[in-house]
């Protein structure tokens, strides 16, 4: 309360006056500490649960995410040890043309000079591109665009991590096709051991032109999933 003039100074009013203003500060800044406390606990709070969050969707993904086959490679391709299993003699050579095949899908021949990059593809890929990875190991596996969603996964569960092909392909004579340089088989369900013995005797066969040869740093097809 500010005197007037000319009236006498009431210097208890002017300390209850300071005194008021003093605590009015001291509870705003009690006020702020809490809030600001308050805050700094919610953001921990929020921060710790993204982080778990974060831990549980990795965790998760490194779960449930598809295991590669493992295969030693190296095999020299004999094809008696498995039934079924046809043989070819194609030659090899570059060209830059189309090439009609003796085989449906191809398993050997001319071919283009880039190599298909292995990996899953949800197209058809081009033959001539495939067969030049072949040439250097790889497993081609075709499919039936037909056939179920649960016979694609079966089949992916039996891929190595590299050196194969995996493609859909109209028109071929069985709902799964395994090709390798010059070897075949075909199998009517995913869920078919042959489709692993192929793996073990042809994948990476040291009974290819050019063994050891990359399967990568050369051309993607259209449809590359992985």
């Given amino acids: 309360m500010t005197p007037q003039p000319g009236s006498p ?5 002017i300390k209850d006056e300071r005194a008021a203003k003093r ?7 009690h006020r702020q500490q809490k809030r600001g406390k308050r805050n700094r606990l919610i953001g921990i709070i929020g921060g710790a649960v993204a982080v778990v969050a974060i831990v ?23 094809a008696s040890k498995i039934d079924g299993v046809e043989t070819f003699t194609n030659t090899t050579g570059h060209v830059e043309t189309a090439v009609t095949y003796e085989q449906t899908p191809p398993a050997g021949g001319e071919h283009n000079p880039a190599w298909l990059n292995c990996g899953v593809y949800d197209q ?30 079966t089949l ?8 194969v092909i995996l493609s859909p392909f109209e028109g071929i004579p ?20 042959r489709i692993t013995e192929f793996f073990t005797e042809f994948w990476k066969s040291t009974n290819v032109p ?4 990359p399967c990568s740093g050369a051309l993607d097809a259209p449809g590359k999933v992985s």
């Fill in 210 to 213: 050019e063994n050891n040869s």
């Fill in 124 to 153: 058809a890929v081009p033959n001539e591109n495939a067969v030049h990875s072949l040439e250097h190991g790889a497993i081609w596996v075709t499919y039936d665009p037909s056939i179920s969603d649960a016979q694609l996964k």
């Fill in 56 to 78: 549980a969707l990795v965790v998760a993904a490194f779960v449930l995410a598809p295991k590669a086959a493992n295969y030693a490679g190296g095999g020299a391709g004999d």
């Fill in 174 to 193: 069985a709902p799964i096709v395994l090709s390798g340089w010059n070897s075949q088989l075909k199998v009517n369900s995913a869920d078919d051991p």
């Fill in 23 to 29: 605590a009015k500060k001291l509870e705003e800044y």
């Fill in 156 to 163: 992916k569960a039996k891929l190595p991590s590299t050196y």
């Fill in 9 to 13: 100074v009431n210097k208890a009013s």
